[in-house]
C-alpha cells in the first residue's frame, strides 16, 4: 500500500480529457513538490511533470499538472492511443526522510 | 543530453551482494545529485535513495541498513550496492540524475533487471 494513492486505473476515448489523482498527507504532498511520470509499456519512467505544474522541455501542453492541500492531479488533454502507459506521482516526504512515489495508475485510451 | 546506462550481473544469488554501476554521459557528474529507484516485476516503483559527488547521500529508510551508494568521478561513474539480498529484491533497477532542490529525477537509464535466485 503505497503512501501516495492513485486510482488503479483510468480510461477515457481518443480526443477526451482525463484526470488521474494523487492523494498523500501534509508531510509529502501537503509540504513539498509533487512530480508526475509516464511510463509507456516496456520502457524507462520518463518525467512529464515537476514542482507540480511545470513541464519539461519536450512535453507537450496536453500534460498539465496542479496540487490543492495535500492532493495532486495530472491532466492530459486530446488524448492519443500513444498515451496509454502507467503514470506515477512522486513527492518527498519529510517524516520518511524518502522520496515517494504513488502506486500508479494505467490509462487506456479506447 | 545526459545519459545514463545501467551495467552490473543480471542474476544474484541470495544472501549475497547486489552490484550496478551507472555510466554517465552528456554531463558532468559533479553537476548533479543522482539516484537509483527499483521496480520489482509488475509493481510500481521505489526510491532507493540519491547521492552527490562529494558523498552526501540519503537512502530510503525500509532499505537503509543494507544500500550504499558510492561515486567515481574520474570514471563518470555512481554504483549501488544492496547487501543480503533476497527474492524480493528482484527488480528493474533505474538510475537517474535527481533534482534535489525539488525532489524528482529527470533524467533516467533504461533500466537492469536484476534477478535473485539460487
Known amino acids: 500500500q503505497s503512501v501516495l494513492t492513485q486510482p488503479p486505473s483510468v480510461s477515457a476515448a481518443p480526443g477526451q480529457k482525463v484526470t488521474i489523482s494523487c492523494s498523500g498527507s501534509?508531510?509529502?504532498?501537503?509540504?513539498?513538490?509533487v512530480s508526475w511520470y509516464q511510463q509507456l509499456p516496456g520502457t524507462a519512467p520518463k518525467l512529464l511533470i515537476y514542482e507540480n505544474y511545470k513541464r519539461p522541455s519536450g512535453i507537450p501542453d496536453r500534460f498539465s499538472g496542479s496540487k490543492s492541500g495535500t492532493s495532486a492531479t495530472l491532466g492530459i488533454t486530446g488524448l492519443q492511443t500513444g498515451d496509454e502507459a502507467e503514470y506515477y506521482c512522486g513527492a518527498w516526504d519529510r517524516s520518511l526522510s524518502a522520496d515517494l512515489f504513488g502506486g500508479g495508475t494505467t490509462l487506456t485510451v479506447l | 543530453q545526459v545519459q545514463l546506462q545501467e551495467s552490473g550481473p543480471g542474476l544474484v544469488k541470495p544472501s549475497e551482494t547486489l552490484s550496478l554501476t551507472c555510466t554517465v554521459s552528456?554531463?558532468?557528474?559533479?553537476?548533479?545529485?543522482w539516484g537509483w529507484i527499483r521496480q520489482p516485476p509488475g509493481k510500481g516503483l521505489e526510491s532507493i535513495g540519491y547521492m552527490y559527488y562529494t558523498g552526501t547521500t540519503n537512502y530510503n529508510p525500509s532499505l537503509k541498513s543494507r544500500v550504499t551508494l558510492l561515486v567515481d568521478t574520474s570514471k563518470k561513474q555512481f554504483s549501488l550496492k544492496l547487501t543480503s539480498v533476497t527474492a524480493a529484491d528482484t527488480a528493474v533497477y533505474y538510475c537517474?540524475?535527481?533534482?534535489?532542490?525539488?525532489?524528482?529525477?529527470?533524467?533516467w537509464g533504461q533500466g537492469a533487471l536484476v534477478t535473485v535466485s539460487s
Open positions: 537517474a540524475s535527481y533534482n534535489n532542490h525539488a525532489s524528482f529525477f529527470d533524467n
Open positions: 501534509t508531510s509529502n504532498i501537503g509540504d513539498n513538490y
Open positions: 552528456g554531463a558532468s557528474i559533479t553537476s548533479s545529485y
